[in-house]
């Protein structure tokens, strides 16, 4: 079976190129606005100082990039789409090519397929490159992670069997590590004690937790300890749960563009398991909208090109005006949708595809409003 594609024509090269050129022009503004007033002057500041070397000043630039062509991206294709669009119209160009018989879908395909292009480009950025980043940034900068945890090992009915506190563990060492030993039994809907094991240090190990240097208070029935006893070491959370515990340790204290995608995906599994729901939502939102913001791209791309068609005497400025206001609505509404998955009010399934519809809205509204 032969598979026959559009042909290639010169119209499809001519606009492909005026957009993209159009579009690398206002990611390389966007870029340059977000990065000079804090981030650069920082860095020379820091550079000056001597903290860093001219190669880690360079290298921090550098892998400051991903996160921020992350943002770019859909405003460059939607400024350039819309400016390559405006120009083509105020130049009597569009009225030409309508005057031939090309549609508006015909003439959107060449920005809907840069806009694909960019649109992967964008997902691999979140999937691969930011979290990438972000590693090398801490190493540059020296920076550790540093955990505050409290770990729950629950049994089949939801019943706690122990709570482990951590006050500040770094990587797999742990420091001032409370245990509470909960018993059988349950007074009023309170779950007793029979042991408290406080240690001063603690590792982490794939099958289990060592904690070393340990106090044990023995607690009666009353809730009053009996007992004192020192310990040399202790296992605990073995199996299984020692490795779910580090996990969740680990990932408490990283924000969401720290972890690839597939990552993301069994650490959303893990939470849902631990029954960790605020959390869970919250994760499972950012998870989403790593899929759906790329999408957002090409549609950005066709509201470009919506807003950019012109009469000849029309005002630029309105369809600009527009064109931001939607990119701004954008940026400054997602933590609030993040929230309202957080908090459970609106499901993250909602919270995450809310925007794109809106985006394909507003696109069909101004295809109506435009008479396209």
Same mark, same amino acid.
């Given at each position: 079976?032969k598979?026959?594609f ?19 022009v ?6 340059i ?6 981030i ?8 000056l100082a001597?903290?860093y070397g ?5 290298l921090?630039l550098f #892998?400051?990039?991903p ?6 991206i859909?405003?460059g ?6 400016? *390559? ?6 130049d009597?160009e569009m ?11 015909r003439?959107v395909i ?8 960019l ?11 930011t979290p990438f ?5 801490r ?6 992670y540093?955990?505050q945890?409290i ?15 951590t006050?500040n563990a770094v990587?797999k060492n742990?420091?001032g590590?409370?245990v509470?030993d909960?018993s059988n039994k ?8 029979t ?10 190990y794939?099958?289990?937790w ?8 023995n607690?009666s029935?009353d809730?009053?300890?009996f007992?004192?006893?020192?310990m ?5 959370l073995k199996?299984?749960?020692a490795?779910?515990a580090?996990?969740?340790m680990? #990932?408490?204290?990283?924000?969401e563009?720290d972890?690839s995608?597939?990552?993301?995906k ?5 939470l ?8 869970y939502?919250?994760?499972?939102n950012?998870?989403l909208?790593?899929?759906f913001?790329?999408?957002v791209?090409?549609?950005l ?6 807003l950019g068609f012109s009469?000849p ?7 600009? *005006?527009?064109?931001?206001g939607?990119v701004?609505l954008?940026?400054i509404?997602?933590?609030?949708f ?5 908090k459970?009010?609106?499901?993250p #399934?909602i919270?995450?595809v809310?925007?794109?519809l ?8 101004f ?6």
């Amino acid at each position: 079976m032969k598979l026959n594609f559009p042909k290639i024509t010169i119209y499809d090269r001519y606009i492909f190129k005026q957009v993209a050129m159009a579009t690398f022009v206002a990611i390389l503004l966007f870029t340059i606005v977000w990065i000079a007033p804090e981030i650069l002057l920082n860095t020379i500041k820091r550079a000056l100082a001597g903290e860093y070397g001219f190669k880690s000043a360079i290298l921090l630039l550098f #892998y400051e990039l991903p996160k921020i062509l992350d943002k770019a991206i859909p405003v460059g294709l939607l400024l350039g789409s819309l400016f *390559t669009f405006d120009k083509l119209s105020k130049d009597s160009e569009m009225t030409i090519f309508r005057a031939v018989g090309m549609s508006f879908q015909r003439i959107v395909i060449p920005v809907v397929v840069l806009s694909a292009m960019l649109s992967v480009f964008c997902f691999l950025l979140e999937d691969r490159w930011t979290p990438f980043s972000e590693n090398k940034l801490r190493a540059i900068r020296g920076e550790v992670y540093t955990s505050q945890y409290i770990y729950t090992q629950k049994d089949d009915s939801g019943h706690p069997l122990m709570a482990v506190i951590t006050s500040n563990a770094v990587g797999k060492n742990l420091n001032g590590i409370i245990v509470l030993d909960f018993s059988n039994k349950v007074y009023q809907d309170v779950h007793q004690l029979t042991n408290i094991y406080s240690a001063k240090y603690g590792q982490v190990y794939d099958d289990r937790w060592e904690l070393r240097d340990i106090s044990n208070y023995n607690i009666s029935n009353d809730g009053i300890y009996f007992d004192i006893k020192h310990m040399d070491k202790l296992d605990i959370l073995k199996g299984e749960s020692a490795k779910n515990a580090y996990t969740l340790m680990s #990932y408490s204290v990283m924000k969401e563009r720290d972890i690839s995608t597939a990552n993301l995906k069994n650490y959303l599994k893990l939470l849902k398991n631990e029954n960790l729901m605020e959390v869970y939502n919250y994760m499972l939102n950012k998870y989403l909208q790593r899929y759906f913001h790329p999408f957002v791209c090409i549609l950005l791309g066709i509201l470009g090109c919506l807003l950019g068609f012109s009469k000849p005497r029309e005002q630029r400025l309105i369809g600009f *005006t527009i064109g931001i206001g939607c990119v701004f609505l954008y940026y400054i509404t997602l933590p609030f949708f993040d929230m309202l998955a957080e908090k459970g009010i609106v499901s993250p #399934y909602i919270t995450s595809v809310f925007p794109t519809l809106a985006f394909m809205g507003a696109i069909y509204a101004f295809y109506k409003i435009k008479d396209m």
